[in-house]
């Protein structure tokens, strides 16, 4: 059972599937924020915690051992600097911030900190995604010369919505979404040396992209590009990596299975693999390096990067 007492700053969306992976394990929602009064009351009613009216208020309230910020990346930094000034551990969504600066100023604050910071790159804990990095690293399918990733679908609605306004957002979709793809190939590829991009904006009325390639190499050679869009007209969502000895396939919408082919082979081997989405697997981990029974394996640093490769193409 876990003691440690988690406060919510942000109650949109996001923060619904913070809210079920802390349930999951045990931990206890103490402390719930918004801007708008009536996301953090319904969330309040629904975890049983304490409404503040603002982030320093939850945060020195002395009721919270944790936070999971979930607001827009513009009051990333700010909640996150705070809550690490004061001891608060943190779980900080995706994009880190809304610019490089404002990164670099988080991890500074992390350097200071006996708290830590864990970024919420939450595919990392995707059962496919877990068991490629398995075998990547025991050399399954040899060095790898490219990765393929594509996060895309009909999502008109964000011309309406901050996520396509730079000031609150600090860039679109590939900000939003491939924030996911670059920790992805970070993470079963390899840092990153050099990238570029391409994007175009489609909606009306917005000051950020809606389409975007991302094409990036590895320090180790390896080649990849992350495709993201609110625009497409089919959801797609799919993982596809080429090594010189074999080469692995996940499609987000077949989450059971990972499939996998040796060099010269004509058939997909399926290893079946378990469904979960990676939040309570993510909060997990949060929970126990908190704890210190494990060490942080997502860090600020991982975020800082993210940031710095998409942002470097603005």
Known sequence: MSSMRIGIIGCGGIAKSHAAGYKANNAEICAVTDLN??????????????VFADFKSLIDSGKIDA?????????????????????????LEKPQAHSIEAAKRINEAVAKSKAILMMAFRHRFVPANAKMKEMIDSGKIGKVVFFHNTFCGPAFHMKDKWFTKKAISGGGCMLDTSSHSVDLFRFLVGEIAEQKAVMFKHFENTDVEDAAILSVKAENGAIGAFTSTFVAGDGIAYIDIVGQDGRLYFDYLKADELKYKKRGDKDWEVI?????????????????AAAGTEKLTITAYDGLRDIEVIQSNY
């Not at 009064?37 to 304490?50: C, P, Y």
């Not at 936070?67 to 779980?91: D, F, R």
């Not at 079946?272 to 126990?288: A, D, M, P, R, Y």
């Open 37 to 50: 009064k009536d996301a953090a009351e319904a969330m309040a009613k629904e975890t049983g915690a304490q």
């Open 67 to 91: 936070v999971s910020i979930c607001t827009p990346p513009i009051a990333h930094e700010e909640a996150a600097v705070y809550a690490l000034s004061k001891g608060i551990h943190v779980l």
């Open 272 to 288: 079946k693999v378990g469904t979960g989405g990676g939040f309570n697997e993510q909060i997990s981990h949060f929970l126990k």
